[in-house]
């Protein structure tokens, strides 16, 4: 994640620097660290971070379409994300049956998944 989309992210979520490093679970000084890029954003930070943007409350948003339908998947029966209805979170799930495939690590999931239009459509 570049530091620009955290920077978006937490103005999206409305939070100070100091709520969204209680959110995550972080120092102050790590939020701080991440915005001026003087420290890489770990990937668990990451995952939790597009969580909480993607489910926060927002009553005016559309429902979201699941990523079979976007996608017109044709494994989605075997996938995790169809499991478990969650379409739209199947970015936080390891184990997906899309391009990114079962036996790639989180490193590279969240890199095809950060270009995937079912994670950039939530925001």
């Not at 005016?60 to 079979?68: N, S």
């Not at 998947?73 to 209805?85: G, L, M, N, T």
Request: with cysteine; glycine share 6%.
């Amino acid at each position: 994640m570049s530091r620009e989309t955290f920077i978006k992210l937490r103005a999206k979520l409305g939070k100070t620097q100091k709520a969204l490093a209680e959110l995550l679970g972080v120092s102050l000084k790590a939020v701080q660290s991440y915005e001026q890029g003087w420290r890489s954003i770990p990937f668990h930070v990451e995952r939790q971070l597009y969580f909480l943007a993607a489910n926060q409350r927002n009553s005016g948003q559309p429902k979201r379409k699941d990523c079979w339908a976007i996608k017109r998947c044709e494994h989605k029966k075997e996938c995790p994300a169809w499991e478990f209805q969650a379409g739209h979170l199947c970015w936080f799930l390891s184990g997906t049956r899309c391009e990114c495939a079962t036996a790639k690590g989180w490193k590279e999931k969240m890199t095809v998944c950060r270009e995937c239009e079912v994670l950039t459509s939530l925001f």
